[in-house]
T-cell receptor, first 114, second 110 residues
Framework: AQTVTQSQPEMSVQEAETVTLSCTYD???????LFWYKQPPSRQMILVIR??????QNATENRFSVNFQKAAKSFSLKISDSQLGDAAMYFC???????????FGQGTILTVHP | SQTIHQWPATLVQPVGSPLSLECTVE??????LYWYRQAAGRGLQLLFY??????ISSEVPQNLSASRPQDRQFILSSKKLLLSDSGFYLC?????????FGQGTRLTVV
């Protein structure tokens, strides 16, 4: 079984500043993927960034980067130069390599202040 | 590129009525397909997944069922809706790792 814990129900950041969203997970699989999804008010789930567990290098996608600590089972998301459009619910999730089933955390609501 | 279509976007149904939500994927073949439910704007729960035509696995016992009549079509159904079936339903596909979601269906059972 896999579990994902997001300990921050809500976070806020000033526009142009940096914010970090926390996520811890547990899994018995040796090969897995970690993801951050963004859900804006439209409720569309958008894949923000993906990390393959066997890769030591942290993934980056423009202003989004992760800090993947495999031994600590930690997977945080850093958003740099925050923009108003970054305001959304963010979900951390884990998936195996077999069927791609995902287990999600409870989400963190990010507010961006102008 | 791959796209996923899900409809309807919004649905209001009376208790005891049937349900049929449809999802189709374009631009890929033999995808793994999933139905998730999101209640109260929080975490997603996997309901069903399918790795091929006619192959359905249920993750959570419930009032719903799923079918996959064609390679890129996934249907979520119920014979008689309950109030507790209200929520936001999302279809998703994946090839290897990760999932890409449709726009979702907001279902309200009244």
């Amino acid at each position: 079984a896999q579990t994902v814990t997001q300990s921050q129900p809500e976070m806020s950041v000033q526009e142009a500043e940096t914010v970090t969203l926390s996520c811890t997970y547990d899994t018995s699989e040796s090969d897995y993927y970690l993801f951050w999804y963004k859900q804006p008010p439209s409720r569309q789930m958008i894949l923000v960034i993906r990390q393959e567990a066997y890769k030591q290098q942290n993934a980056t996608e423009n202003r989004f980067s992760v800090n993947f600590q495999k031994a600590a089972k930690s997977f945080s998301l850093k958003i740099s130069d925050s923009q108003l459009g970054d305001a959304a619910m963010y979900f951390c999730s884990i998936g195996g390599t077999s069927y791609g089933k995902l287990t999600f955390g409870q989400g963190t609501i990010l507010t961006v202040h102008p | 590129s791959q796209t996923i279509h899900q409809w309807p976007a919004t649905l209001v149904q009376p208790v005891g009525s049937p349900l049929s939500l449809e999802c189709t994927v374009e631009g890929t073949s033999n995808p793994n397909l999933y139905w998730y439910r999101q209640a109260a704007g929080r975490g997603l729960q996997l309901l069903f997944y399918s790795v091929g035509i006619g192959q359905i696995s249920s993750e959570v016992p419930q009032n719903l069922s799923a079918s996959r009549p064609q390679d890129r079509q996934f249907i979520l159904s119920s014979k008689k809706l309950l109030l507790s079936d209200s929520g936001f339903y999302l279809c998703a596909w994946s090839v290897r790792g990760g999932a890409f979601f449709g726009q979702g269906t907001r279902l309200t059972v009244v």
